[in-house]
């Protein structure tokens, strides 16, 4: 079973708007961390932003925000003033226990000029 | 930018062949990850490691093998390639539970 699930293979927004990008997980631990990677074509993965399973307020970095949703399993990442660098494979991930660390299928982001 | 290497980036070798994707990170991170990712699609956690001397299988059975003698050296070896495993392959290592993974540049693997 897929402990990450990202239902949106691909999106688009136009420049200088806003998009939300889905996430759901599975786990039965009440401490654990995810995360928001971003995977620019070609070059390295690099964290997005990061949220504590423990901490209710949502994690935000400039025009990166979350959605956690602790009862509903959801995670969702929202990006405002959408920029053309800001596209991108996004990828959610789940840390599990000590430090099992796993990832979602992924969202293609593409920024309309 | 992320100290942590692989090599090489690019591979392409015959089927049969034995080979090893070396990754290393110099921020003395305990935690290490291997994961195969086909482009364009999910990354699959193949290898993880606590520290020097312990290893783990992820979620994607591998016929792959790692090795932990050093901290910041975490080496990933095919015994035997085949057309099966071409792939891109991530390294990525983190300091504690639940901080950032920092990821290499990948090594993209073809066997022909």
Redesign the interface.
């Given at each position: 079973a897929q402990t990450v699930t990202q239902s949106q293979p691909e999106m688009s927004v136009q420049e200088a708007e806003t998009v939300t990008l889905s996430c759901t997980y599975d786990t039965s631990e009440s401490d654990y961390?995810l995360?928001w990677?971003k995977q620019p074509p070609s070059?390295?993965?690099?964290?997005v932003i990061?949220q504590?399973a423990y901490k209710q307020q949502n994690a935000t970095e400039n025009r990166f925000s979350v959605n956690f949703q602790k009862a509903a399993k959801s995670f969702s990442l929202k990006i405002s003033d959408s920029q053309l660098g800001d596209a991108a494979?996004y990828?959610c991930a789940l840390?599990q226990g000590?430090?099992?660390?796993?990832?979602?299928?992924?969202t293609?982001l593409t920024i309309n000029p | 930018e992320?100290d942590i290497y692989q090599t090489p980036r690019y591979l392409v070798i015959g089927t049969g062949k034995k080979i090893t994707l070396e990754c290393s990170q110099t921020m003395g991170h305990d935690?290490m990850?291997w994961?195969q990712q086909d482009p364009?699609?999910?990354?699959h956690?193949i290898h993880?490691s606590?520290g020097v001397n312990s290893t783990?299988k992820?979620?994607l059975s591998s016929e792959s093998t790692v090795s932990r003698i050093r901290t910041e050296h975490f080496p990933l070896t095919l015994e035997s390639a085949r057309p099966s495993h071409t792939s891109q392959y991530?390294c990525?290592s983190?300091e504690y539970?639940?901080s950032?993974?920092f990821?290499?540049?990948?090594t993209r693997l073809t066997v022909v």
């Open positions: 961390y995360f990677y070059r390295q993965m690099i964290l990061r504590e494979m990828f840390l000590a430090q099992k660390l796993v990832f979602g299928q992924g293609r | 992320a935690k990850y994961y364009g699609m999910e990354l956690l993880y606590y783990e992820g979620d991530l990525a983190s539970r639940g950032e993974a990821f290499g540049q990948g």
